[in-house]
């Protein structure tokens, strides 16, 4: 969902049970940030919020990256297909029919 701020910006989730170890959690939301920030230029202004599921611990940093490089494009590709009236009825940009264990959802 479109932001008023005019930039995106990033909410980040992980459980416990999705990532069990703190150092795992520390460097899958850092490898998050540091993706964004490198492409937060491209992203439209939305709020993206990241939640982790059951296996992104074993994910290497090349998975996450290539998992993430998907999100933006779909996120990019859907808000430049969408009309900006119908742009708050999106809800979620997650990858469907993925098997990647990070998945994203735009909101307001």
Same mark, same amino acid.
Request: with cysteine; proline share 7%; net charge positive.
């Given at each position: ?40 230029? /491209?992203?439209? %202004? ?5 939640? =982790?599921? !059951?296996?992104?611990?074993? +994910? @290497? ?25 119908? /742009?708050?009825? %999106? ?5 469907? =029919?993925? !098997?990647?264990?990070?998945? +994203? @959802?735009?909101?307001?």
């Amino acid at each position: 969902m479109p932001n008023e701020l005019g930039r995106p910006r990033l909410g980040l989730a992980l459980a416990r049970k999705s990532v069990r170890l703190a150092t795992g959690r520390n460097r899958i939301k850092r490898l998050i940030r540091e993706e964004f920030r490198r492409n937060q230029q /491209r992203l439209p %202004a939305v709020d993206l919020v990241f939640y =982790g599921q !059951s296996g992104l611990d074993r +994910a @290497s940093a090349a998975q996450v990256r290539a998992a993430l490089a998907e999100i933006w494009r779909r996120v990019i590709d859907r808000c430049a297909a969408s009309p900006p009236s119908s /742009r708050p009825g %999106a809800s979620s940009s997650s990858p469907s =029919g993925s !098997s990647s264990p990070l998945s +994203a @959802s735009t909101s307001g």
